[in-house]
């Protein structure tokens, strides 16, 4: 069955780095759109960024933008996202997850609703 599994999570201080991984099995991985979003308490989950599948194209939101990188390497299921100078609003759980097959554009990958399988997520705490 599909398993999507986050690690790299933790505390860091702002302005430092996490890298997450997510590591995937169960199914043809370098088929598939891949995605990150987040969730902090008390907030609805957001679109953080996501992967085509073949790595060629990424997309971010606003405010990650020029901080976050996605990455993936198909040979080895995964996918990552690397986080630079972290500030104490990207707190939150992370979660990785994959699309479903099918169409879309630079808006459409954000929506939540187009992907199918979540990891369970991982805590990212930014300390000030």
């Known amino acids: 069955q599909v398993q999507l599994v986050e690690s790299g999570g933790g505390l860091v201080q702002a302005e430092g780095s996490l890298r997450l991984s997510c590591a995937a099995s169960?199914?043809?991985?370098?088929?598939?759109?891949m995605g990150w979003f987040r969730q902090a308490p008390g907030k609805e989950r957001e679109f953080v960024a996501a992967?085509?599948?073949?790595?060629?194209?990424?997309y971010y939101a606003d405010s990650v933008k020029g901080r976050f990188t996605v990455s993936r390497d198909n040979a080895k299921s995964t996918m990552y996202l690397q986080m630079n100078r972290l500030k104490p609003e990207d707190t939150a759980v992370y979660h990785c997850?994959?699309?479903?097959?099918?169409?879309?554009?630079?808006?459409?990958?954000?929506?939540?609703?187009?992907?199918?399988?979540w990891g369970q997520g991982i805590q990212v705490t930014v300390s000030s």
């Open positions: 997850a994959r699309r479903s097959p099918g169409y879309y554009d630079g808006v459409t990958i954000r929506d939540a609703g187009a992907y199918g399988y």
């Open positions: 169960g199914f043809s991985f370098s088929s598939y759109a």
């Open positions: 992967i085509t599948s073949s790595g060629g194209t990424t």
